[in-house]
């Protein structure tokens, strides 16, 4: 009996989907593009040659079915540990019998970690040296992106498989198998026509631990064994969505958020913020997005843009939700399809570039204050031309450093309201030609 098989008199209280489990390759359902023919992860299973992986999926893909595929396979001892529930001591008392086993028996260990990123990266730093040494093959589990949340010198020296969400056809296949299976629900004469089925295979976000717990909820409360699509809906309710507010998925959002806005898709911008409000996104950090959008990608082509921007975060203060949905989604649909502008974000990021290569240039003494004599001497404020004395209020003079004098950092578009800072960039231009023969207004 390996790790994960529970025994016959416990099976009763054993969920259905622990039960449906897989236990050889060959019950596996999806993950094709790594378990199908020829596949590397297929050929190293099958030929007991796995090195050290991370599996990285989201819930319910088969990350822990492949660790227990893995342990019917393999010839190595395999030892399943909980990241959640276990410490950094038994970890070690772990390695300490897998060097042993190597030692005196020759044999190998396989460890697998469930959930690793709840280990932090100085706790996952203890399967290191097994890892190198060879004394354990480590498979670690993670919903989290390893990039981000598994130690890099772990990482190196392992193969990351990427497990995809499961398909409405994956879950169905396997709502079937549970249905007619002796160790899931066959034999108790359950019926479930194709629209319940279907339901439960679409509505379980492709986590085929939600739809079998759906399928086994309903079964229980079946009239006479009929799961029709009224009892599928009543069974499933109404899954929290994935969005972890710490963890790659809340990027993900906000990420298509942003990006909906500045293509000017207001209905995707209001669809990924309503995600983020079902979910139970802080509304004031959309709102701070959404400010920070304003001048970044708004900017001067529309400078009402910041003013609402920041009128939504009162409005989100004032009256909270859930009525001030209805504001953000004003701002929203407004950021949208307002014209759009960088100009001002790339400007200041080529200006902050300039400061650090050429540090602090020396202020143009003519621009200096002169508020004592010995500045007056030293010639601060010597030249300063005054603009309002200047037609049209502009005096031609520079007031940049000597060094980058005539360059040009903001460079607005011809979108929206820039075209008229453009415009009248061009004429300051022009009054400036004719400012140094002193045409001072009278």
Do not use: C
């Amino acid at each position: 009996m390996d790790l994960f098989e529970q025994s016959a008199q416990n099976r009763g209280n054993t969920p259905l989907a622990e039960r449906m489990r897989p236990r050889a390759l060959a019950e596996v359902v999806g993950q094709q593009h790594l378990l199908g023919d020829g596949k590397l992860l297929r050929r190293l299973i099958e030929n007991d040659q796995l090195a050290s992986v991370i599996f990285w999926g989201p819930p319910g893909t088969g990350k822990t079915t492949l660790a227990q595929v893995i342990a019917n396979s393999t010839e190595s001892r395999f030892v399943f540990f909980s990241a959640v529930l276990g410490s950094i001591k038994e970890v070690r008392e772990i390695l300490a019998e897998a060097r042993e086993q190597r030692a005196y028996q020759g044999r190998k260990t396989l460890l697998f970690v469930d959930e690793i990123h709840r280990f932090n990266k100085a706790q996952q730093d203890a399967f290191l040296p097994a890892v190198e040494k060879g004394e354990i093959t480590l498979i670690g589990a993670t919903t989290e992106n390893p990039s981000f949340e598994v130690n890099s010198a772990l990482l190196s020296r392992s193969r990351v498989f990427v497990l995809e969400t499961l398909s409405a056809a994956d879950l169905l296949i396997l709502l079937q198998r549970a249905l007619s299976d002796p160790r899931g629900l066959g034999g108790q004469n359950l019926e479930m026509p194709a629209d319940a089925a279907e339901f439960l295979a679409e509505q379980a976000d492709g986590d085929a631990r939600i739809a079998l717990g759906a399928l086994e909820v309903a079964a229980s409360a079946a009239p006479e064994g009929h799961i029709d699509l009224a009892i599928a809906q009543e069974a499933l309710q109404k899954k929290a969505l994935l969005y972890d507010k710490g963890a790659e998925e809340h990027y993900n959002v906000i990420s298509a958020f942003i990006k909906s806005l500045r293509g000017s898709d207001p209905d995707a911008a209001l669809y990924w913020l309503a995600r983020m409000l079902e979910a139970g996104e802080d509304p004031l950090f959309i709102v701070r997005r959404m400010v920070i959008f304003a001048s970044e990608d708004v900017g001067n082509a529309d400078p009402r843009a910041l003013q609402i921007a920041l009128a939504v975060q009162q409005a989100v203060h004032f009256v909270g939700l859930p009525e001030a949905r209805i504001n953000l989604a004003q701002g929203v649909t407004y950021l949208a399809t307002a014209p759009k502008s960088n100009a001002s974000y790339v400007g200041i990021n080529q200006a902050q570039a300039e400061v650090r290569k050429s540090g602090a240039l020396p202020v143009p003494k003519h621009i200096r204050n002169a508020p004592t004599k010995l500045m007056k001497e030293q010639g601060y404020g010597k030249g300063y031309k005054y603009a309002h004395e200047f037609t049209g209020g502009v005096a031609d003079q520079t007031h940049l450093p000597d060094q980058l004098a005539g360059r040009r950092f903001y460079q607005p578009t011809e979108r929206g309201y820039e075209k008229t800072i453009r415009e009248r960039l061009a004429y300051l231009e022009e009054l400036k030609k004719d400012a140094p023969k002193g045409k001072q207004e009278e």
